[in-house]
């Protein structure tokens, strides 16, 4: 568990549950599932202390719950957000998804962040060990260290909420990042698909890829929802008793709308990566089936071309006894000679109309 004190720029750690509300400021207590269900009550009794309440039943259960989609509620005392980020395959007890295909599906897996935010607290319930809370703990720190230099130009967190919503907007651009790699696994896909002399095999992973789109997609789904409710709550807020907390108040909606648009880019991303694998698939398969249009074509021009000198041969083949040409030591030649012309004058006729030439190497 780690527990930080913010008050004007400053901010302190400690392992310890403050006994008493931040004059000015506010308090940050993360801890990990495991720990939140091991310290329940004294997590809870830490809460009541600092904000006169304590979470409800049913929200512990959320917090606790490692499968839970991301969503938003709320009480009159405060706010839940559960927000789904990436995995990232180190944190242990945190059960991830077995899935094939190339390594970039892998990251594809998630786990739950929940936020209970206060008038003055913020309580995250992270997996074990996360690492984008270890990341931003430590910027928070270096960033308070450079302030107190004057030479920082990154604001501190006012509020509980400034701070969920920073966190939030981490594990988003997460997901801002993954779109790269999926671009360019895609992009592999397309090519090989469409590669004109290459047998394409690999339609497990290929699948395995379309899946993990979808699921990616149903994620930012989740999340976009979650936030969009977020932000209906925030413009529903009491409002401000002072230029100050209007302006504070505005901050939150410009940096909820901002996670909000940054969502929103990977949801309309992964949409259009699910459009491109779909239309590759078709062009490979349309180009499947010219390339046996193609094959059929010659194979029919050739029929026809032979049809002529099978006539020819079928003739001379019959059992008369006065057949022309056939007793004269020349009408071998003669046949042979018409036969051979047959076919050059046909070859000449299907290679000028294009149907003994391939169309896939123009």
Partial sequence: MRIFTLHGGRIAETDVLPDAPATGGFHWVSCA??????????????????????????????????????????????????????????????????????????????????????DQVLLSVHPQDCSVRDAFA?????????????????????????????IVNQMVDGYLELRRELTRQIDHWQAELLHPRARFENWSTLLDVRLGLHHLDEICEDQHTAMQDWIDALEAWPPAESPAAQRERDLLAVR?????????????????????????????????????????????????????????????????????????????????????????LLGLLFWRKRYLVSRGGR
Avoid: C
């Fill in 138 to 166: 430590a910027r928070m720190l270096q960033g308070a260290a450079t302030e107190m230099r004057e030479l920082s130009l990154v604001r501190q967190p006012g509020s509980p909420a400034d701070l969920m919503l920073r």
């Fill in 256 to 344: 909820s709308r901002d996670v909000l648009e940054h969502i929103e880019r990977v949801v309309h991303h992964v949409q259009r990566l699910e459009h491109s694998s779909e239309t590759a698939v078709q062009m490979h398969f349309s180009i499947q089936g010219n390339r046996t249009n193609d094959i059929m074509r010659t194979l029919t021009a050739l029929t026809a071309i032979f049809l002529p000198l099978n006539l020819i041969a079928g003739i001379f083949g019959m059992n008369f006894e006065f057949v022309p040409l056939l007793h004269s030591q020349r009408g071998f030649w003669w046949a042979m000679a018409a036969m051979g012309a047959i076919a050059v």
């Fill in 33 to 118: 599932r495991d720990e939140l269900k091991a310290r329940l009550p004294e997590i809870q009794a830490a809460l009541l202390r600092l904000t006169g309440t304590a979470l409800v039943d049913l929200h512990v259960s959320d917090l606790l719950n490692r499968q839970l989609p991301s969503h938003y509620d709320y009480t009159s005392q405060y706010d839940l957000l559960v927000f789904r980020r990436l995995a990232t395959g180190h944190d242990s007890g945190e059960p991830t998804l077995q899935r094939g295909g190339p390594p970039v599906l892998r990251r594809i897996d998630t786990s739950a962040v929940g936020f209970a935010v206060f």
